[in-house]
């Protein structure tokens, strides 16, 4: 069964960084692209970065370039975001989600939370 | 940036209903070499993660129920629910992943 469960979430200061990460089971984590998305509180979904199945290329929404780093580690089936520069507006649940050769998402993990809030 | 745009952005409906919902994109998401849309929707329902229900703007995944039928081509899409169940009150979302990633606003449904 795959299983995606994101941590790292919680309230960072506005200008602050924050790391998520995403542990990745029941599949194999290196033979596949990957993915975050956000939902803002009551809004809709918003997708934020994309990484290869190898790491070698990576993809931003333009409001999180030079901000945001997707990174991961295929030997701990492992997906990381590194958060700089934290804005309100970047407060939203941020889903791990995984992306098929094609790049559609086929499966979502259960979300974190992430509020930036003086 | 392609655009996604859905309409209506809320629905009532009473089970058994047939329901239909629009997804309109700023540009073709049919690709000329394998005559593929790249076009896929999601349900969301209260409190849980986006599931994926059709990619290729008509292919269901395993396990979605039949009444689930995504159809259209190129700019203009559309997600029908032949006859709606209350399990089905949710968030839809459509989304293109022809160019980079895109996801519509989202449409509503809710009990009539």
């Known amino acids: 069964e795959v299983q995606l469960v994101e941590s790292g979430g919680g309230l960072v200061q506005p200008g602050r960084s924050m790391k998520l990460s995403c542990a990745a089971s029941g599949f194999t984590f290196s033979n596949y692209g990957m993915a975050w998305v956000r939902q803002a509180p009551t809004k809709g979904l918003e997708w934020v970065a994309t990484?290869?199945?190898?790491?070698?290329?990576?993809y931003y929404r333009d409001s999180v370039k030079g901000r945001f780093t997707i990174s991961r580690d295929n030997a701990k089936s492992t997906l990381y975001l590194q958060m700089n520069s934290l804005r309100s507006e970047d407060t939203a649940t941020y889903y791990c989600?995984?992306?098929?050769?094609?790049?559609?998402?086929?499966?979502w993990g259960q979300g974190v939370m992430v509020t930036v809030s003086s | 940036d392609i655009v996604m745009t859905q309409t209506p952005s809320s629905q009532a409906v009473s089970a058994g209903e047939k329901v239909t919902m629009s997804c309109k994109s700023s540009?073709?998401?049919?690709?000329?070499?394998?005559?593929?849309?790249?076009l896929a929707w999601y349900q969301q329902k209260p409190g849980q993660s986006p599931k994926l229900l059709i990619s290729?703007?008509?292919t269901r995944e395993s396990g979605v129920p039949d009444r689930f039928i995504g159809s259209g081509s190129g700019t203009d899409f559309t997600l029908t629910i032949s006859s709606v169940q209350a399990e089905d009150l949710a968030v839809y979302y459509c989304e293109q992943y022809y160019d980079t990633w895109t996801f519509g606003g989202g449409t509503k449904l809710e009990l009539k």
């Open positions: 290729w703007a008509s």
């Open positions: 990484i290869s199945y190898d790491g070698s290329s990576t």
């Open positions: 989600t995984r992306a098929t050769y094609n790049n559609y998402f086929d499966y």
């Open positions: 540009q073709s998401l049919l690709y000329s070499e394998n005559k593929k849309n790249y």
